[in-house]
């Protein structure tokens, strides 16, 4: 499961961050995830609860998913739009243009740790 991995890359990232920092316990963890980036916010959040209570340094760790909004631009009119859902637009509500294209990011990034 690609969200499993992800989780995995997560808390190797975590056990970095706390050693750098001499910390202890992570109390709570930021994610930022991309529109585009495809991950099931569900499934990230299923992987984290499995895998942080194996280990004592997030055991208590709390984690909030903050999931951008899809957005689209267009290249006639320069409108962007937010998006809601996973329906893509078929042409710009601004100006009725066909010429729309993604943006935003397709990636996910630990936004915040919080630890002691
Ligand atoms: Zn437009």
Redesign the pocket.
Same mark, same amino acid.
Request: net charge negative; aromatic share 0%; glycine share 8%.
């Given at each position: 499961m690609h969200e499993f991995s992800l989780v995995q890359g997560l808390m190797g990232q975590l056990e970095t961050l706390a050693a750098e920092n001499g910390a202890e316990r992570i109390l709570l963890v930021t994610m930022e995830i991309g529109p585009f980036s495809g991950v099931v916010v569900d499934s990230f959040r299923f992987g984290f609860e499995a895998l942080a209570p194996l280990t004592p340094l997030t055991r208590n760790a709390r984690l909030i998913v903050l999931q951008l909004p899809q957005r689209y631009g +267009?290249r =006639? +009119? =320069?409108?962007e739009q937010d998006m809601d859902g996973d329906a893509r637009p078929e042409d +710009?509500p601004? +100006?009725?243009?066909r010429?729309?294209f993604p943006l935003g990011a397709d990636d996910v990034v630990l936004r915040q740790v919080e630890m002691e």
């Open positions: +267009c =006639d +009119c =320069d409108n +710009c601004c +100006c009725g243009s010429e729309i």
